[in-house]
């Protein structure tokens, strides 16, 4: 082996070798994004007002950013009880059943309690429940 083609085999190793700490500073001088910080407000989303739940005793929102959500209860009830009211069975949208305090699935008679957990199948999985809250004359639900 001559010299030059020495030098021109010892350059290109070199220069393999010095590739990934060049792509490593670039990659690490690149501005990262800034992930806002969530505020309480952003995580609370608005179902209804107190005034609807009291006449009813539910209120029935289809369209949120958790999907389908039904609460249960009134202004005056400690615990608010709102779970996504789509069975997990055959996604049929259950109905309460206040004098045995259960939702029941028409379709196929899945039975689950109130903190969404199936209490009779065919269904397997449980509702997804969420956190509520009365402020003001509103009724808030977010994600457990």
């Given amino acids: 082996m001559n010299r030059r083609d020495f030098i021109v085999l010892f350059s290109i190793g070199w220069f393999v070798n010095c590739l990934p700490v060049v792509f490593a500073m670039t990659y690490a001088t690149q501005p990262k994004p800034i992930k806002p910080k969530s505020s309480t407000s952003e995580n609370w989303f608005l179902v209804g007002t107190v005034a609807e739940l009291d006449k009813t005793g539910q209120i029935f929102k289809e369209k949120s950013p958790f999907g389908p959500i039904l609460v249960i209860g009134t202004s005056k009830s400690?615990?608010?009880?709102?779970?996504?009211?789509?069975?997990?069975?055959?996604?049929?949208?259950?109905?309460?059943?206040?004098?045995?305090?259960?939702?029941?699935?028409?379709?196929?008679?899945?039975?689950?309690?109130?903190?969404?957990?199936?209490?009779?199948?065919?269904?397997?999985?449980?509702?997804?429940?969420?956190?509520?809250?009365?402020?003001?004359?509103?009724?808030?639900?977010?994600?457990?």
């Fill in 78 to 144: 400690q615990n608010l009880i709102a779970v996504n009211p789509t069975c997990t069975h055959l996604n049929c949208k259950v109905e309460w059943e206040v004098k045995e305090k259960i939702f029941l699935c028409p379709c196929h008679a899945s039975e689950f309690g109130v903190d969404g957990k199936v209490q009779n199948g065919p269904a397997t999985k449980p509702l997804s429940t969420y956190l509520t809250k009365i402020e003001d004359n509103s009724v808030m639900v977010r994600r457990i």
